[in-house]
């Protein structure tokens, strides 16, 4: 009889046991998939600013090379004289990968100042400064979420005299929010 309760008491010790360690699996389980959840987002975002900063680069190395600049293969891109209340649509490009999804960058003109004509020659142009947005963009999930990364970056025309071709000169990244 005494022998009964021990193989009682062993198999509930062992049933113990086995829930412990069942357990414990479960939590590592977790966090190893949250960490690997973790890690594709970061590389999500990763590649979001990468084909952003790209495709931004890309617009502004047509925008340098307009007009004036003969011989360099690149397709120049004209910036328009003003900025409305809806900034205009510049440049668009897709980013494709190999197995990855792809990422839609549209590029737009949000700011075109002029700094003011006091101490310039007649005639001279004064310079400018154009603030342009790229918006990267993966599709919709089955949630209806979309993903997105903004960047932006700044060009300046320095002064120009009359009758004088001067460029868009790219000056940097800037912050997100001005």
Same mark, same amino acid.
């Given at each position: 009889?005494? %022998?009964? *309760?021990?193989?009682?008491?062993?198999?509930?010790?062992?049933?113990?046991?086995?829930?412990?360690?069942?357990?414990?699996?479960?939590?590592?389980?977790?966090?190893? *998939?949250?960490?690997?959840?973790? =890690?594709?987002?970061?590389?999500?975002?990763?590649?979001?600013?990468?084909?952003?900063?790209?495709?931004?680069?890309?617009?502004?190395? *047509?925008?340098?090379?307009?007009?004036?600049?003969?011989?360099?293969?690149?397709?120049?891109?004209?910036?328009?004289?003003?900025?409305?209340?809806?900034?205009?649509?510049?440049?668009?490009?897709?980013?494709?990968?190999?197995?990855?999804?792809?990422?839609?960058?549209?590029?737009?003109?949000? *700011?075109?100042?002029?700094? =003011? =004509?006091?101490?310039?020659?007649?005639?001279?142009?004064?310079?400018?400064?154009?603030?342009?947005?790229? #918006?990267?963009?993966?599709? +919709?999930? +089955?949630?209806?979420?979309? &993903?997105?990364?903004? #960047? &932006?970056?700044?060009?300046?025309?320095?002064?120009?005299?009359?009758?004088?071709?001067?460029?868009?000169? #790219?000056?940097? #990244?800037?912050?997100? %929010?001005?």
């Amino acid at each position: 009889m005494v %022998q009964d *309760r021990e193989g009682g008491m062993a198999s509930m010790l062992g049933l113990a046991l086995l829930l412990l360690v069942i357990l414990l699996g479960m939590g590592l389980w977790q966090l190893v *998939r949250g960490g690997l959840q973790d =890690s594709n987002e970061a590389l999500m975002e990763i590649r979001l600013r990468l084909c952003a900063q790209s495709v931004l680069e890309k617009a502004a190395v *047509r925008i340098e090379a307009a007009p004036g600049v003969p011989g360099t293969g690149v397709a120049p891109l004209e910036l328009p004289e003003e900025v409305g209340g809806k900034p205009p649509l510049i440049y668009e490009e897709t980013c494709n990968s190999e197995g990855e999804e792809p990422i839609e960058v549209q590029v737009f003109l949000v *700011r075109l100042t002029t700094e =003011s =004509s006091e101490g310039l020659a007649p005639g001279q142009l004064p310079p400018r400064q154009a603030v342009l947005e790229a #918006w990267a963009a993966l599709p +919709k999930d +089955k949630w209806g979420w979309q &993903r997105r990364k903004v #960047w &932006r970056g700044l060009l300046v025309r320095p002064a120009a005299g009359e009758g004088e071709v001067v460029n868009y000169v #790219w000056k940097g #990244w800037l912050p997100a %929010q001005l």
